[in-house]
């Protein structure tokens, strides 16, 4: 098979065309033909070695943790898949070496759920990493439908899906972005309120009673400015700030799980959760594909194909720093 991959840790031009052996399929695998991958902040990180310290890393290196694709070769114990099934899933193993730049991959069946109908294929890859930490940080703090809930960091890949996910609960969702991003907060499901300085009074003109619950997707002070916002018992989560329990939240780390992605892919068919691209390019533009990731700015759209696999950026504002529940 065809693979992007680093021979060592290094930069996106590192990134190479490399002819490698087709994965073998384990007991509760299965083996997917690629048809999209997700990027992601951890997937460049990676690469540049910045989880050495918590992460066996094996070479060459094939990056990627979000696929989506088709089923095309079961584990001689497996069930729960066929060949031919449209699949999608966050792939992240206990350790990094065969991920989702490439034609092929090997996934255990715990990582993957069924596609989304409703879904391209790349939307169905902008789902996994990020949809799934939103979902676990509003699953964290028990959210209930009428009650309202403070979303920091609503215009980020988990941002956007976290407003989602809180709507569709049923809660009213209150949430900080960028003045320039305020419309596309609003049409996710939110009240879109800026950042920065007197943010706690223009919280208080749309919730004068204050919140029920907070999410944090941004990190900063977020936490610190949300606490006197909270009442009586108010919840709080975070992806970003590690001391959010000892502030009397929750700190939220993102895990493969088949029933989490099994529930956003019944949102997406349901018409409740949207996934938004920022560009969508071929695999042999990894490199072009990172850089976008970190920078932060997006050109325009674009959809070539190349060797059946496209890479899909999703849209964000620019990727907090490593070591975020975000990230991994």
């Known amino acids: 098979m065809k693979a992007m991959a680093l021979r060592r840790y290094g930069r996106p031009e590192d990134l190479q065309w490399t002819d490698l052996p087709d994965p073998k399929v384990a007991p509760g695998e299965v083996l997917v033909r690629v048809k999209a991958a997700g990027v992601n902040p951890v997937d460049w990180k990676l690469a540049e070695g910045r989880l050495d310290a918590i992460m066996e890393t094996g070479f060459p290196l094939i990056p990627g943790w979000d696929v989506a694709g088709v089923v095309e070769q079961v584990g001689f114990d497996v069930s729960e898949f066929a060949p031919g099934d449209e699949v999608f899933g966050y792939i992240r193993k206990d350790s990094a070496q065969f991920g989702a730049y490439a034609e092929l991959v090997s ?155 099994e529930a956003l892919a019944g949102l997406a068919d349901d018409g409740r959760l949207a996934v938004h691209l920022d560009d969508v390019l071929p695999l042999g533009d990894a490199a072009s594909a990172w850089r976008i990731s970190q920078s932060g700015h997006v050109p325009g759209l674009q959809s070539p194909f190349e060797v059946g696999l496209d890479l899909a950026v999703k849209q964000g504002e620019r990727a907090p720093a490593l070591g975020q529940g975000v990230e991994c």
């Open 107 to 261: 996934a255990h069946v715990r990582l993957l759920a069924r596609k989304p109908a409703a879904l391209t294929w790349e939307e169905a890859a902008g789902i996994p990493l990020a949809g799934l930490t939103a979902y676990q940080t509003i699953q964290r703090i028990g959210l209930q439908a009428h009650e309202t809930v403070l979303v920091h960091g609503a215009a980020g890949g988990v941002g956007s899906f976290g407003v989602q996910i809180a709507a569709a609960l049923g809660a009213r969702v209150i949430a900080t972005a960028s003045e320039r991003n305020h419309d596309f907060v609003r049409a996710l499901g939110a009240v879109p309120v800026t950042y920065g300085a007197g943010l706690a009074d223009r919280v208080r003109e749309q919730a004068p009673q204050g919140v029920d619950a907070v999410v944090d997707f941004v990190g900063g002070d977020a936490v610190d400015a949300s606490l006197e916002l909270l009442r009586e018992p108010g919840r709080l989560a975070s992806i970003v700030d590690p001391e959010a329990a000892a502030k009397g939240g929750h700190y939220v780390w993102v895990r493969p799980d088949r029933s989490d992605l």
